[in-house]
C-alpha cells in the first residue's frame, strides 16, 4: 500500500511539510543556533545565551498577536493559499540572505531570522487550516502524523547533505567550514522553494467565505476573530485543550530552539550535536506514524499525555545528569520519539473538537497559542539562566541546566489539565 499519495490532494499538502521542515531542522535547531554563538555573537559569551532566548521570546510574541487577525481575515476572504504563498516566500528568501550576514552582526542575524521565523510560522498557520481542504475528519490523525513523519525525513535529508558539506568543506574545495554552513542557508530556501509549489496549485474550498466589505475589512476582520474568541469562552472543552496545549508545546518548542545551544554551553562538540539532531529526524519518522496509528487505535489523547511525561523526563532529569556528547545523543534520541507525535496529534485531536464552519479561524487561534506559547519557554529559560549567573549558583551548577529544568513546569501544567480535555468517540458531536 502507496504511504504518501504521489499526485492526491493530501500528498500534495503533506509534502508542504517535507518542504518547510528543512528550515525546522537546518536553520532553528542547528545551524543559526551555532552560527550565531561562532560567528554572529562570538564576543559575547553567556550574553550569547540569553540574547537567542529574547530575541526567539520576542518573535513568538510577534507572531501570537498578529496570527488570529490572519486567520480570522483568512476565514472571510477565503485566502489562505495566497497568504501562505506569500509569508513562504517571504520566510525563503529571508533565509537565504542569512548566508551573507557578516560576522560580528548579530543585530542583523536576528533580524533575519526573526523575518525568516515569522514567515515559516504565518505560512504553517495557513497550512494547517488547509488540512480541512485535502482530507476528511476521520482521517485527520493519519494525515496529520503522515505531514510530521515526512517533514522529518525530508528535512534530514538536507541536513544530511549540509553536514556532509560541512564536515568534508576542505575535500569539497570550498574555503572553509563555515563557508560551508553559510551554503546551507541557501541550500534550506531552494528546497523549500522547490517542494512547496505542489500544494501552492491545489484548488482551495472556500464554501465558507463571508462577502467582504473592503472598506470595512479590518472592521468585518476583528468581528469576526470577536466572535470565534467568544465561542471559545463559552466552550470549556475547547479552551481547556487550547490552555493545556499553551503550556505543553512551549516546552516542546523551546526544547527544539534551545537544545543546540545547550549542549554548546556544556561544551559538547558542533559536530555531534549536529549527528544527535539528525537522529531525531531519523528516528521521529517511524515514530510519528507509529504515534499516529496508536491515536487512531485507541484514541489521540492518552498518547499525547505519554508524550508530555517523556518530555518531563527530559527537561528535569536529562537537563541535569547530561554530562557529555553520548548523553546528549541518547536524550536526544528519546525526544524524536515523541517530538513529532504530540505535535501532530495536538493539531489532529483540535481539528476533532471544533465545528467544521469555524474551522480556519480555530486554527488561527490554536496557532496563536502555540506562538504566544514560544514566549513564555524561552523567556522562562533566559530568566532562569540570568538568575543562575546572578546569584553565583553557577560555581555548582552551570547555568545552562538550570535553564533547562525549568522547562519541566511547563508540561507539568500541561499534563493536569490535558486530563480535563474531553476527546469526541467516532460519531460525537465535536461541540459541547
Known amino acids: 500500500m502507496r504511504i504518501l499519495p504521489k499526485f492526491t490532494r493530501s500528498g500534495k499538502w503533506i509534502l508542504y511539510d517535507w518542504a518547510n521542515s528543512a528550515f525546522a531542522l537546518t536553520v532553528l535547531a542547528a545551524l543559526f543556533p551555532l552560527l550565531f554563538r561562532t560567528v554572529w555573537s562570538v564576543d559575547s559569551g553567556d550574553l550569547t545565551t540569553s540574547r537567542l532566548g529574547f530575541a526567539n521570546s520576542l518573535i513568538g510574541f510577534v507572531v501570537a498577536i498578529v496570527s488570529p487577525l490572519l486567520a480570522s481575515f483568512s476565514g472571510i476572504s477565503g485566502n489562505r493559499k495566497s497568504y501562505l504563498i506569500l509569508w513562504s516566500m517571504l520566510a525563503i528568501i529571508a533565509t537565504a540572505t542569512l548566508a551573507f550576514v557578516p560576522s560580528g552582526s548579530w543585530v542583523m542575524a536576528l533580524l533575519l531570522f526573526g523575518i525568516a521565523r515569522i514567515g515559516f510560522q504565518f505560512s504553517s498557520l495557513f497550512y494547517d487550516s488547509m488540512l480541512i481542504d485535502v482530507t476528511s475528519p476521520a482521517r485527520y490523525h493519519r494525515v496529520s502524523s503522515l505531514g510530521f513523519a515526512f517533514g522529518y525525513i525530508g528535512g534530514a535529508i538536507l541536513f544530511t547533505i549540509n553536514i556532509f558539506t560541512v564536515q568534508f568543506w576542505a575535500q569539497l574545495g570550498l574555503p572553509s567550514a563555515e563557508f560551508a554552513q553559510r551554503i546551507a542557508f541557501v541550500s534550506v530556501g531552494i528546497w523549500w522553494f522547490v517542494f512547496s509549489l505542489p500544494l501552492w496549485n491545489i484548488s482551495v474550498n472556500n464554501k465558507n467565505v463571508v462577502s467582504i466589505d473592503r472598506k470595512n475589512r479590518m472592521k468585518q476582520t476583528v468581528g469576526r476573530l470577536w ?18 496545549y499553551w503550556f505543553y508545546i512551549d516546552g516542546v518548542h523551546t526544547v527544539i530552539l534551545m537544545a543546540a545551544d545547550f549542549g554548546l554551553a556544556l561544551g559538547f562538540s558542533s559536530g555531534a550535536l549536529l549527528g ?24 489521540a489523547k492518552p498518547v499525547i499525555a505519554g508524550s508530555i511525561f517523556v518530555y518531563i523526563l527530559i527537561t528535569g532529569v536529562g537537563g541535569m545528569a547530561m554530562k557529555n556528547s553520548v548523553d546528549f545523543l541518547v536524550f536526544a534520541l528519546v525526544t524524536g520519539v515523541v517530538q513529532g507525535g504530540i505535535q501532530a496529534l495536538s493539531r489532529s485531536l483540535f481539528s476533532t473538537i471544533i465545528p467544521q464552519e469555524r474551522f480556519t479561524e480555530l486554527i488561527g487561534i490554536f496557532n496563536m497559542v502555540g506562538r504566544f506559547a514560544v514566549i513564555v519557554g524561552p523567556l522562562l529559560f533566559a530568566l532562569a539562566h540570568r538568575m543562575t549567573l546572578k546569584f553565583e549558583i553557577l560555581h555548582t551548577v552551570p547555568a545552562v541546566r538550570i535553564g533547562m529544568v525549568s522547562l519541566s513546569i511547563l508540561f507539568i501544567i500541561g499534563m493536569i489539565l490535558l486530563f480535563s480535555v474531553h476527546e469526541p468517540r467516532k460519531g460525537e458531536d465535536s461541540v459541547d
Open 276 to 299: 544527535a539532531l539528525l537522529a531525531v529526524q531519523i528516528v521521529a519518522f517511524p515514530s510519528s506514524l507509529l504515534l499516529g496509528w496508536l491515536a487512531e487505535r485507541f484514541r
Open 227 to 244: 466572535e470565534t474568541v467568544k465561542f471559545i469562552i463559552g466552550n470549556k472543552n475547547i479552551g481547556l485543550f487550547l490552555l493545556a
